[in-house]
């Protein structure tokens, strides 16, 4: 004869029960939760925030037009495709440096090292001659290149796109190159460098 209480098993499904009940509550809770974040989500300083915990990398987009150099940072740069080979930026609809990088349909993407912070810095700046400052060659097609740089790819612009307040800048990969430095990365309103887990 069996040493167990009777009823056990009616409690033991009643604890289960009432677990169930607890989880869905639980979920609905959480469902609820990410619901009013998304209604937040409209208030630009919390989606600047929330994207800010999605690390990015630190790239330098230059041009050439004449003798004109043009340089911008961006913080948006991301390979599309593979097949064929496809990579894209997205400026600011406002940027008087787009512009002009636009019109000679090329760039060249300079990715950013882990010491060079301040190569960012300058390029987001209001200085007249940006490139006077750094040590620069020049990639396949003849676009300033960065000195020291993680990896670079030269393009030719594709496509513009508009979405939203900035543009869908695709470019179709012609050259690549990499260095033996780690990349920079933004995260969280500041820079940071990769360690490997």
Same mark, same amino acid.
């Given at each position: 004869?069996?040493?167990?209480?009777?009823?056990?098993?009616?409690?033991?499904?009643?604890?289960?029960?009432?677990?169930?009940?607890?989880?869905?509550?639980?979920?609905?809770?959480?469902?609820?939760?990410?619901?009013?974040?998304?209604?937040?989500?409209?208030?630009p300083r919390n989606f600047r925030?929330?994207?800010?915990?999605?690390?990015?990398?630190?790239?330098?987009?230059?041009?050439?037009?004449?003798?004109?150099?043009?340089g911008m940072v961006v913080g948006?740069?991301?390979?599309?495709?593979?097949?064929?080979?496809?990579?894209?930026?997205?400026? %600011?609809?406002? /940027?008087?440096?787009? +512009?002009?990088? *636009? $019109?000679?349909?090329?760039?060249?993407?300079?990715?950013? &090292?882990?010491?060079? %912070?301040?190569? /960012?810095?300058?390029? +987001?700046?209001? *200085? $007249?001659?940006?490139?006077?400052?750094?040590?620069?060659? &020049?990639?396949?097609?003849?676009?300033?290149?960065?000195?020291?740089?993680?990896?670079?790819?030269?393009?030719?612009?594709?496509?513009?796109?508009?979405?939203?307040?900035?543009?869908?800048?695709?470019?179709?990969?012609?050259?690549?190159?990499?260095?033996?430095?780690?990349?920079?990365?933004?995260?969280?309103?500041?820079?940071?460098?990769?360690?490997?887990?």
């Amino acid at each position: 004869m069996s040493n167990r209480p009777r009823g056990g098993r009616f409690h033991a499904g009643r604890m289960e029960s009432q677990f169930l009940q607890k989880f869905k509550m639980l979920n609905f809770a959480g469902v609820a939760f990410f619901m009013s974040t998304a209604l937040i989500a409209t208030d630009p300083r919390n989606f600047r925030d929330v994207l800010g915990c999605c690390p990015t990398s630190v790239a330098v987009i230059t041009a050439l037009n004449g003798e004109d150099r043009f340089g911008m940072v961006v913080g948006t740069f991301t390979s599309i495709s593979l097949d064929p080979p496809l990579v894209g930026f997205f400026p %600011a609809k406002g /940027s008087s440096t787009w +512009s002009r990088i *636009a $019109e000679t349909g090329r760039f060249c993407a300079n990715i950013l &090292s882990a010491e060079q %912070a301040h190569i /960012s810095r300058l390029f +987001s700046s209001k *200085a $007249e001659d940006k490139f006077a400052e750094v040590i620069h060659g &020049s990639s396949p097609s003849g676009l300033p290149l960065i000195d020291g740089i993680a990896a670079w790819v030269d393009c030719r612009i594709q496509s513009v796109q508009e979405i939203g307040d900035h543009f869908l800048v695709v470019g179709a990969v012609e050259a690549i190159g990499q260095g033996t430095t780690s990349p920079l990365v933004f995260l969280k309103g500041g820079y940071c460098i990769p360690h490997s887990l």
